[in-house]
Nanobody, 120 residues
Framework: QVQLVESGGGLVQPGGSLRLSCAAS????????MSWYRQAPGKERELVAT????????NYADSVKGRFTISRDNAKNTVYLQMNSLKTEDTAVYYC?????????????WGQGTQVIVSS
């Protein structure tokens, strides 16, 4: 059974930091690209950051570049999102995603989300 379990969300003041974790099970974690998405109230879900399965190449939304860092530990089947210099506009539910495309077949899994609230 595939599971993605996010943790680490919470309430933080502007300028603060949080580290989100996503523990994966039920699939071959190292072969999947891993991403973090977020969805703020009344807005569409947006891609925050991605890390590839091979080479660990990262990509970020412009709104978080220089503040957020995505990383993965294949030995622990876990992906992280280090969030620094948080702003009120970072408030959202953050979702972990695992994605693999091979031979025209797509595997795509989602976690249940973790709430991040940035407020003074």
């Amino acid at each position: 059974q595939v599971q993605l379990v996010e943790s680490g969300g919470g309430l933080v003041q502007p300028g603060g930091s949080l580290r989100l974790s996503c523990a994966a099970s039920g699939f071959t974690f190292s072969t999947y690209a891993m991403s973090w998405y977020r969805q703020a109230p009344g807005k569409e879900r947006e891609l925050v950051a991605t890390i590839t399965s091979v080479g660990g190449i990262t990509n970020y939304a412009d709104s978080v570049k220089g503040r957020f860092t995505i990383s993965r530990d294949n030995a622990k089947n876990t992906v992280y999102l280090q969030m620094n210099s948080l702003k009120t506009e970072d408030t959202a539910v953050y979702y972990c995603n695992a994605n693999r495309v091979r031979s025209m077949r797509v595997w795509d899994y989602w976690g249940q989300g973790t709430q991040v609230i940035v407020s003074s």
